[in-house]
C-alpha cells in the first residue's frame, strides 16, 4: 500500500507511450491501455512475479490480455520492464516485420505468453494456463519444494464478456475451483458499437457468481490504486474459487474523448495528444519518453523476479538430487522432448488383424502411450465414450474436494463447450509442460474454429481427436457429417489434418503429432471398423502419402484416405475384373506431411504420366492439388445406416470404378500428362 | 388444469413410440422424449396454436427443440396431431430418405421449424424467431387487427446450457426483453459423460437471472402437470422478459435406467422396453401403438388450432380491406418474392468513378435498397462503424423503454457474439416475414461456423457481411487476416461466397444473394479502397464469372476475385512490357454461382487451349478447380500497412507476371491443354 507521486508518474507513463505509439503507427486502440493504466500497475509491481531476462522461467504469474487490441498496454509494460523490448521496438508497432504486431503473438514477442486479439480467446488460454499449473504444482510439487505455484493474471473486457467462449471457459473455471486463477473485467461501458448498453446489459458480476466465482468491484478503476491492490490482495487469498474483479473504468483516460468509442479503435488528434501529455506533466513536443524514475522503479521490481527466479534455481537443484526422476521429467517436458523410445510403445497391425473403427485404433494408442508420456493430458467435450479419448485407468482432473478426481488427473471433462476446449488447450500447451489432447466430433471441430486457427498461428502442439468424421457415422445424419470440415482445416497454415485408414496409419499420426512441437493435429477418426491394410507401415504413413498398392501397369492412380482407402482397394479389383483396367492406390493420411516431402518422392507417389482420381467421402475442394478428378461429396449427406449412406452416395467399388474409367479415358489424348502434384513455382511458405 | 388417466395414457404414448422407433432404427436418442413428454404433453394441448393442415400458418405458436437429438420427441408429437407424417414414416426413423432424418431438419420435415441437433443451435434460433415476431407484429400489428402475436417456445438441455452460443444467446434475449420467448430447461442432471457433475455444476437458474430473464423452477418434471402448467402461465404474464422454466425431470422415465447415461444415446433392450410397456397399460409384444383416445383427444385441440387459423384468416381478410398496403406487402413477404423493380436501385458504377472500398460499396446498396425492401433486417456483432452495414435512417431494433429503438426497429446490436449472430439470423429467417444481414469480420464468421452450415443446411435466406476480408486489412494483422476462411465456406455446400471487385460486383453480390430465396450468402468485402474496372456489369458479375479483360492472342488467363483483380489488370499490362506476353483476366466473384452455369458458358470464360493462373491473396485451396497454377498465401498473414504488406507476399504487378511467366512456360508443351473446369465426370449434388 501507499502510492503517490511515483506511481502516478508511472501510470501516466503507460498511457503517453500507447498514446505515442498509437499515433505513430498510425493505427491502433489507446483507449483501453489509457484506461487499464493503473490496474496494470499495480497487478504488475506489487503482484507479479516474473523475471524479464528469462521470459520462459517456469514459475513466473503468467499475464494474459485478452482484450488483446489493447496489446499497446503489454508491450509497454514488457517495454518499462525491460524485456528484450527497446524504443525502438516500440517506435515499429503494427509496421511490417516489426516484434510488435498488430495484436499480441505468442511466438513473435518475447513476454507474451498466448496469442490474443480475436475475442475471449485469451479468457480460455487463461483458465487452461490456471489448470496447467494446478497439474503441474500436484504432479511436481513435494513437502519442502512449492516448484510450482504460480498464479494467472487475466485483462478481459467487455467485448470478451459477451464472446460464448469465455463463458464456457468461465462455467468450466468455476466448476474446476482454480483459486489460482484472477481475472480483471475492464467494465468501461464501451465497445465498438459505442456504450455497451445497446447490446450488454446483463449483470456480468451475477453471471459469474453463478459460474461459482469469487467475485468483487472496485468501482473507481481510474483511481483508487489501494482499492485495486486490495480486490486482488483478497482475490490471492481465496484459492478455492477463481476470482474476477469487475473494475470500472474510463477508456481513454485523460484524452478529450474519455469514456466514448472515439478513443477505443482510433490513435489520438494530434491536438488531444497534446493535451494530455501537458496535463500529466509531459512535454507536449515530445514523444517515447520515459522519465528514468519509471524505469528504475520497475527495474527494482523486475530484479526481485531476477532473484526469486535465482532461489527458485537453487531450489530446483535441491530437488534434482532429492526427486531425481521427477527433475528429469520436468526438465525435458520443458525441452519439448519426449521420452527415448517411446513411439516403441506405438501398436503395429498387420492384415490379418481385425477390422477396427480409427477411434478405437486411437483409444488404443493413448492406452499404449499414455505412461511412457505423463505429459499427454486428455479429455473430450462430453463425448468421452464416443471419441475413446479416456485410457481406462485414467483419472479425472477435478478438484479433490468432489471426490472424483485429483489435480494430478490427466484426463478433462470439458463440457459440451469445444470452443473454450480449444482455448484451454492452447493455455494448457502455452504453459509449457502438457499436451493436450482433446475429443469432439469432426463436424463440431468447427464450433472451435477460432481457437483452432490460434492453435495454429502460435504454434500449440495439441491435439484434437475428431471422431464420426464423415457420413460414416451414418444415422445421426446431416447436421453431424462433415462435408467441408477437411477443406477447412486443410487450407489453415501450420495444421495437420489427419485420416488415417489402418491401425499403422493412425500410430503414424500420434507420432508425427506428438514429435511436430510448433503444430497442432486434428486427427479425423471413423465410427465404423477399417480393416488393416497390406501395405501400410508407420513409416510410409509418416510421411503423409506412400503407395498402398503398386502396379507398374496401372492406368490409373486412385489417391485416397481414411475409410475409402479399403474401398478403393476394393475397386482396383472391380476395375481389374470387369473393365479391364489397371490400378494402383495412393493413401494420402495427411496432406501437409506429404506436401513437405521432396518433389522427387512426391511424384514417385503421385507420378507423371498416369491420370488419377481422388476419392473421399466429402468435399473435393483441394483435391484437384493431388488429383485430375476428383470424386466426393459436395452436397449434404443422409441419416441412414453408413452402409445405405455409402451406397446412396456411389462410395462403393463400383461407384469408384465408374469414375476411374471416366477418368482415364477423358485424360487418354493429353500428352505429356503431368502429376497433379508436379507444379510450375513454388509457394510461399 | 385438472390432469387425468387420459394425460397419462397420452404421455406414456408418447414415451412408448420414442422406445419404439429407437428399438426399430437401432440408433436414437429414448432417454429426453421418455423424461420430457410430461411437457410436450402439456405444452402441446393447453397452450401451443397451431394447425397440422397448414404448418406455414403465419401466427402459429413456434416449437424448437434445441436438443434435437430427442428429436423423437418432436417427430411423435407432429404425428400425433397429425403432421403429414404417418405411422409408416415414423417406422422409417433414421433411414436413407426418410422424411424423419436422426435430427430435426427444418426442410425436411412439415411443422420442425428450424434445424436443430448441433447443441444450442436451436435456442439462438428461438431467440431469433422471438425477435422477428416482435418485429413483425410492431410493423404490421393496428387496433384492432392483433395479426401477429404468436409465442416461442424452446426446449434445451444441459448440452445447448453449456455451448457458449447459448449463453450469448441468452444475453442478447434479455436484453432485448423478449417476454414472447418460453425457454424450459431440461434439467436432468445427464449428459453423455454421465452426471453432469462432472463439469456442469454452475447455477443455471441464476445465471439466466443475471442476463435478465425471468426464472421458475419445477421440481418435479416427471409427474408434476400441474406445476407446469402454472409455470407455463406464469412465463407468458410476464411479457416483458424471457421466460426459463427450469424443470427437472428423471431421463428415460421408465426405464431400468431411468435417470442415467445408459438410456440417453442408445435404444433400450428388449426386455427393459417390455417392462416400460407393461408399466405403462401397453402391450409389450406390440410396436407402434397409438390408443385411439390419444388420436382423438389430440385431434380435439389440433381443431382448436385450424379454427384459430381460420379465424386470422377472416381476421387478415379485413385486415386486406382496411390496410391494404401493408396486407400486400405481408403477403409478398411470405412469398418470399422482392418487390417489383427493386433492382432498379442497385447502384452502377463506370470506370470514371472513384476507387471505394466494398464495405463502402456494400453500405451503399443498403442505403439504396432499404426502402424497397422493408424485410431486409441489417445488423452488426459489435462492428457497425467497421463492417457500414447501417443505413443512416436506421433505427435500431430495441425494447421502447430503452430509449434507443423501436420494436419495428431495423437494425440488430448483436454484440459481440458472432455465434449467436448467425443462429439468430437463421430463427429471423425461419420466421418467414424478414431477410437478416448480420455484419462481422470475415476472419470472425469462423466463430460462427456451427450455426452459417445451419444456414446452409436450412435453406435460409440470410446474408453475412463479412468485412476486412484478406491481408488488405492491414495493420490489424494475422489474427484478424482471414487465409482458411474462403476455403472452408466454399466448401460448404448450398453457401454463395462472393468476393467482389468493384462496385457493380457488389450489386451483383447483393442481386443473387437475395434473390436466392433457399441459399445464404457471405459477401467477403475489403477495407481498403477498389477502382471500378472496365469491363464489370452486374449482369456479368451475377454468372459468378467473367471474362474481365478479353484477349483473343492471350497466353494466359488470370483468374482472381476482388481487391487482386485490379492488380492482375496492372499485371497485364506489366507482362506485356516486361514479358511480351498477352494476358486476359477473368473475375470471378461467386464460384459456387459460376459452377451453375453451363458448361459451355465456363468454357468461354476459362476456355481450353489457354494456361491459367489464380491470383487471390489467401489459401489456394480450391483454386486447382479453376486455373492450372496458384498464387495465393498459404502461410498467415502480416501486420503493417496494407500497401506493405501486399509487396511483402508479392502481391504486385510484377509478382503476379513472373508466376504468369513461370506458368505459360511450365504448361507450353501440353498437348490439348485443357481448361480446369472441363472435367471428366459430374459431381453428385
Known amino acids: ?49 516474473f523475471n524479464p531476462k528469462n521470459p520462459d522461467w517456469l514459475n513466473r504469474d503468467r499475464f494474459v490480455l485478452s482484450n488483446g487490441h489493447a496489446c499497446m498496454l503489454q508491450y509497454t509494460m514488457l ?26 503473438e505468442a511466438h513473435d514477442t518475447p513476454g507474451i505468453e498466448v496469442t490474443t486479439g480475436p475475442l475471449g480467446q485469451g479468457f480460455a488460454n487463461a483458465v487452461g494456463l490456471a489448470i496447467a499449473q494446478a497439474h503441474t504444482g500436484a504432479v511436481f510439487n513435494k513437502p519442502g519444494f512449492e516448484l510450482v505455484n504460480n498464479h494467472t493474471y487475466m485483462f478481459f473486457g467487455d467485448g470478451c464478456a459477451m464472446e460464448g467462449i469465455a463463458s464456457e471457459a468461465a462455467s468450466t473455471a468455476g466448476h474446476l475451483k482454480l483459486g489460482n486463477l484472477i481475472a480483471i473485467y475492464d467494465d468501461n461501458h464501451i465497445s465498438i458499437d459505442g456504450d455497451t448498453k445497446c447490446a450488454f446489459t446483463e449483470d456480468v458480476s451475477k453471471r459469474f457468481e453463478a459460474y461459482g466465482w469469487h467475485v468483487q468491484h472496485v468501482e473507481d478503476g481510474d483511481h483508487d490504486l489501494e482499492g485495486i491492490e486490495k480486490a486482488i490482495q483478497k482475490a490471492k487469498d481465496v484459492t478455492d474459487k477463481p476470482s474476477m474483479i469487475k473494475l470500472t473504468t474510463t477508456i481513454g483516460f485523460g484524452s478529450k474523448l474519455q ?38 522503479s520497475y527495474a527494482e521490481h523486475a530484479a526481485k523476479g531476477a532473484a526469486a527466479e535465482e532461489e527458485w534455481n537453487k531450489l530446483f537443484e535441491k530437488y534434482s538430487s532429492e526427486h531425481k526422476t521427477e527433475a528429469a521429467d520436468l526438465k525435458r517436458r520443458l ?28 483409444e488404443t494408442v493413448l492406452e499404449k502411450i499414455h505412461d511412457v508420456i505423463p505429459e499427454l493430458l486428455s479429455g473430450s467435450a462430453d463425448l468421452t465414450g464416443s471419441n475413446n479419448t479416456r485410457w481406462k485407468q485414467a483419472v479425472d482432473f477435478q478438484p479433490p474436494d468432489l471426490g472424483i478426481g485429483e ?50 498461428l502460435s504454434h500449440q502442439r495439441v491435439i484434437y481427436v475428431a471422431t464420426h468424421d464423415s457420413i460414416g457415422l451414418g444415422e445421426d445424419g446431416p447436421t453431424h457429417q462433415p462435408i467441408e470440415t477437411l477443406a477447412h482445416f486443410r487450407a489453415l497454415p501450420n495444421m495437420m489434418v489427419w485420416r488415417p485408414a489402418d491401425g499403422n496409419e493412425c500410430s503414424a499420426a500420434y507420432y508425427v503429432a506428438l514429435t511436430s512441437t510448433g503444430t497442432p493435429s486434428i486427427l479425423a477418426l ?31 492412380t486412385l489417391v485416397s484416405t481414411g475409410s475409402e482407402v479399403s474401398i478403393c482397394l ?40 498416369i491420370a488419377s482420381l481422388s476419392v473421399e467421402v466429402m468435399s473435393t475442394l483441394g483435391w484437384e492439388k493431388y488429383s485430375h478428378e476428383q470424386f466426393g461429396l459436395n452436397r449434404f449427406g443422409a441419416s441412414g445406416p453408413y452402409l445405405e449412406v455409402y451406397k446412396k452416395f456411389e462410395f462403393t467399388p463400383e461407384g469408384i470404378s465408374k469414375r476411374a474409367k471416366a477418368t482415364v479415358e477423358f485424360w487418354a489424348d493429353v500428352k505429356p500428362l503431368r502429376s497433379p502434384v508436379n507444379r510450375a513455382f513454388q509457394q510461399l511458405i
Not at 421 to 449: D, E, K, Q, R
Request: proline share 6%.
Open 259 to 296: 469514456g466514448t468509442g472515439g478513443v477505443h479503435g482510433n490513435p489520438l488528434k494530434k491536438d488531444d495528444a497534446a493535451q494530455v501529455k501537458e496535463k500529466f506533466g509531459f512535454d507536449p513536443e515530445k514523444s517515447f519518453v520515459v522519465p528514468q524514475e519509471v524505469y528504475d
Open 79 to 104: 517495454h518499462l520492464y525491460k524485456y528484450a523490448i527497446s524504443m525502438d521496438d516500440m517506435k515499429t508497432f503494427r509496421q511490417v516485420d516489426s516484434i510488435l504486431p498488430g495484436h499480441p
Open 335 to 362: 525441452s519439448k522432448k519426449l521420452p527415448e523410445g517411446w513411439q516403441e510403445k506405438l501398436p503395429i497391425y498387420s492384415p490379418k488383424d481385425p477390422a477396427i473403427a480409427s477411434r478405437k485404433l486411437s
Open 570 to 609: 476394393e475397386a482396383v479389383k472391380y476395375l481389374a475384373e470387369h473393365h479391364q483396367l489397371k490400378a494402383r492406390v495412393v493413401s494420402m493420411p495427411c496432406t501437409e506431411v506429404f506436401d513437405a516431402q521432396s518433389k522427387e518422392y512426391k511424384l514417385s507417389v503421385i507420378p507423371d504420366g
Open 526 to 556: 471413423t465410427r465404423q471398423n477399417l480393416p488393416q491394410l497390406e501395405g501400410s507401415t508407420i513409416e510410409k504413413a509418416s510421411k503423409g502419402g506412400y503407395v498402398a498398392l503398386e502396379d507398374k501397369e496401372a492406368k490409373i
Open 407 to 456: 489435480w494430478s488427473g490427466r484426463y478433462l471433462r470439458y463440457g459440451v463447450r469445444e470452443h473454450s476446449m480449444a482455448g484451454i488447450m492452447n493455455g494448457i500447451s502455452a504453459y509449457g509442460t502438457l499436451i493436450p489432447a482433446g475429443g469432439t466430433f469432426l463436424n463440431f471441430v468447427s464450433y472451435a474454429a477460432g481457437a483452432v486457427r490460434l492453435s495454429s
Open 1 to 49: 500500500m501507499g502510492y503517490d507521486k511515483s506511481d502516478e508518474l508511472a501510470i501516466n507513463t503507460i498511457r503517453v507511450l500507447a498514446i505515442d505509439a498509437t499515433i505513430k503507427s498510425n493505427s491502433g486502440h489507446p483507449g483501453a491501455p489509457m484506461g487499464m493504466a493503473p490496474v496494470a500497475h499495480v497487478l504488475w509491481k506489487k503482484f507479479m512475479t
